[in-house]
T-cell receptor
Framework: GQSLEQPSEVTAVEGAIVQINCTYQ??????LSWYQQHDGGAPTFLSY????GLEETGRFSSFLSRSDSYGYLLLQELQMKDSASYFC????????????FGPGTRLSVLP | EAGVAQSPRYKIIEKRQSVAFWCNPI?????LYWYQQILGQGPKLLIQ????????DSQLPKDRFSAERLKGVDSTLKIQPAKLEDSAVYLC????????????????FGEGSWLTVV
């Protein structure tokens, strides 16, 4: 079976740092992606980790520990526009075509 | 580069009626997905095409849902008859085909077709 867990909601203030966790149990694992979705919008790709460690892309970083079946998305210097839902997604095939999405974490950034 | 196009954007129908959604993926993308996203949940894969062949339709309720991708480009998802629990956003997405190990193909989503069944 496939199971991904994320916190349902996170709240933080502008300028702060927030971490969104994702734990997974899947029949195959080849990598972990993160997507951002604003209300009414399309999910958009943020980052991808295939190997253990931290990947940094501007204000966003993503971490993976394959041995712990765990990853997180770190958002720094939060801005109001970061208020959105964030989904982790496990790549379950080695051709990069099959992804299972988590339930999503709704981030609210307060002034 | 044009994104994934979907129509209609919004649709309200009564239960037991039928509805069809259309999707045009990014040019050159061989893989096309239809996801169902219920409010407050993550996208759930309904069907995946590679060119015009079905790769995975294990979660498609085949008694009421059908999808096709003629000529390996556009795709149509149909629901007949609709139930109240089909109220959701239907997201079409596409990605490049990969014939070997790929480090995380990006999935490109359309803005979705919002369905309300009353």
């Amino acid at each position: 079976g496939q199971s991904l867990e994320q916190p349902s909601e996170v709240t933080a203030v502008e300028g702060a740092i927030v971490q969104i966790n994702c734990t997974y149990q899947t029949s195959g694992f080849y990598g972990l992606s993160w997507y951002q979705q604003h209300d009414g919008g399309a999910p958009t790709f943020l980052s991808y980790n295939a190997l253990d460690g931290l990947e940094e892309t501007g204000r966003f970083s993503s971490f993976l520990s394959r041995s712990d079946s765990y990853g997180y998305l770190l958002l720094q210097e939060l801005q109001m526009k970061d208020s959105a839902s964030y989904f982790c997604a496990v790549q379950t095939d080695n051709y990069g075509q099959n992804f299972v999405f988590g339930p999503g974490t709704r981030l609210s950034v307060l002034p | 580069e044009a994104g994934v196009a979907q129509s209609p954007r919004y649709k309200i129908i009564e239960k037991r009626q039928s509805v069809a959604f259309w999707c045009n993926p990014i040019s050159g993308h061989a893989t096309l997905y239809w996801y169902q996203q219920i409010l407050g949940q993550g996208p759930k894969l309904l069907i995946q095409f590679q060119n015009n062949g079905v790769v995975d339709d294990s979660q498609l309720p085949k008694d009421r849902f059908s999808a096709e991708r003629l000529k390996g480009v556009d795709s149509t998802l149909k629901i007949q008859p609709a139930k109240l629990e089909d109220s959701a956003v239907y997201l079409c997405a596409s990605s490049l085909e990969s014939r070997r190990y790929s480090s995380g193909n990006t999935i490109y989503f359309g803005e979705g077709s919002w369905l309300t069944v009353v």
